[in-house]
């Protein structure tokens, strides 16, 4: 038995319904998940500054290179550092006032739904004053 024109137009609506959601739902999950993932990394990035500055802090009070390194490394818990915190200088009454940045490379794995992983390196620094 043919189905009527109304019934036919009422079928084929339903699959441009279906066509037109997973058409939006890939790009609103791909839009929530970047979301998802900017907080994390902003997160992390957030903390590993942090670490740099209390490195540095460290450094400033005149610190060996291994305390600068547990320092920074206890204050970047939970995440790991990628390579050892480096400080520019070593203070010491020569340099009293002046700045010691206390840095690293940091890789970033960035992988958000359907978009390819992509991995960014940033630089972490932490700046303070020599005593």
Known sequence: MPLSTGTRRLSDQRG??????????????????????FGRIYSE???????????ARVAAVRGTAEEIRAATELAASPYDLDSSP?????????????HVTVGWTQNF????GLLP?????????????CE
């Open 16 to 37: 441009a319904a279906a066509v037109e959601f997973a058409l939006v739902a890939a790009l609103l999950l791909t839009l929530v998940f970047g979301i998802f993932e």
């Open 117 to 129: 992983p992509l991995d960014k390196d940033f630089e972490i620094t932490g700046v303070f004053r």
């Open 86 to 98: 480096v400080a520019d200088k070593v203070c010491d009454d020569s340099t009293s006032g002046q």
């Open 45 to 55: 990035l957030e903390v590993l500054t942090s670490a740099a500055r209390e490195g």
């Open 109 to 112: 794995k960035i992988s958000v």
